[in-house]
Nanobody
Framework: QVQLVESGGGLVETGGSLRLSCAASGRTFSGYRMGWFRQAPGKEREFVSA????????NYADSVKGRFTISRAYSKNTVFLQMNNLKSEDTALYYC??????????????????WGQGTQVTVSS
């Protein structure tokens, strides 16, 4: 049973930083793609970033390029999202997701097979 547990969310002022963590368990994740999505109230879930577990290739939404960095730690089975220069529009519930069969469609939520419960990020202006 795959489990994804997010942590690291919180309240931060505009321009501040947070680091989200996603602890993955239940199997080895070689060959998987691990992603971060977010959903603000009244909006659809949107892609933030993703990383291929095996080769480390990454992808970012245009809105976070240059501010967010995704990484993974093999030994801890954990994926991180370092978020810098946070803006009020980054306020959302952030979800970790895992895709068993990565394709060229990095951005589509339905392509991911497992999801965490989410961690709230609130950026105050």
């Amino acid at each position: 049973q795959v489990q994804l547990v997010e942590s690291g969310g919180g309240l931060v002022e505009t321009g501040g930083s947070l680091r989200l963590s996603c602890a993955a368990s239940g199997r080895t994740f070689s060959g998987y793609r691990m992603g971060w999505f977010r959903q603000a109230p009244g909006k659809e879930r949107e892609f933030v970033s993703a990383i291929n577990w095996s080769d480390g290739a990454t992808n970012y939404a245009d809105s976070v390029k240059g501010r967010f960095t995704i990484s993974r730690a093999y030994s801890k089975n954990t994926v991180f999202l370092q978020m810098n220069n946070l803006k009020s529009e980054d306020t959302a519930l952030y979800y970790c997701a895992a895709d068993r069969w990565p394709s060229s469609n990095w951005h589509i939520p339905s392509g991911y097979d497992y999801w965490g419960q989410g961690t709230q990020v609130t950026v105050s202006s």
